[in-house]
């Protein structure tokens, strides 16, 4: 019973920190597109510092006028929120089932990561970066 409670109330915490996630992005992206029209210098130093921890602002191709005006426009807040809607709440807890997160082949199609599990045989996901 015990274990079933502490589930419950990791994934009560799971969920709470995603809604505080998605309403402090909210917040960054209205201060943000705010202080682009009332304070663009201020806006720009902000953007900076978001593109080192990125690393966009360490690479010297990129300048800013090519990369930070894209933190202000609704097409990069609706790819963030779509990245953070498919996931929502989902973590994995010892010794309960991983959970079913959307994935995208290679080739493209959409499946889930249920999909490759295989009878009682152990699933292995590797993660890495292709940059």
């Known amino acids: 019973m015990w274990t079933a409670v ?3 109330l990791r994934r009560l915490k799971v969920y709470l920190s995603s809604i505080y996630m998605l309403h402090l992005l909210l917040f960054q992206f209205c201060v ?3 202080l682009v029209v009332l304070a ?3 806006a720009r130093r902000i953007m900076l510092r978001l593109g080192v921890k990125s690393t966009m602002a360490l690479n010297p191709l990129f300048r800013f006028e090519d990369w930070a005006p894209s933190f202000t426009t609704a097409r990069f807040l609706l790819a963030v929120l779509r ?3 498919s996931c929502f709440g989902d973590s994995a807890f010892v010794g309960f089932r991983a959970p ?3 994935l995208i082949t290679m080739k493209g199609d959409k499946t889930s990561v249920h999909q490759f599990i ?3 045989r152990p699933l292995i996901l590797s993660f890495g970066s292709c940059t």
Do not use: H, K, S
């Open 6 to 8: 502490g589930f419950t």
């Open 32 to 34: 943000l597109n705010l």
């Open 118 to 120: 295989r009878g009682n």
């Open 83 to 85: 990245g953070c809607w």
């Open 100 to 102: 079913d997160t959307p």
């Open 40 to 42: 663009p210098g201020l």
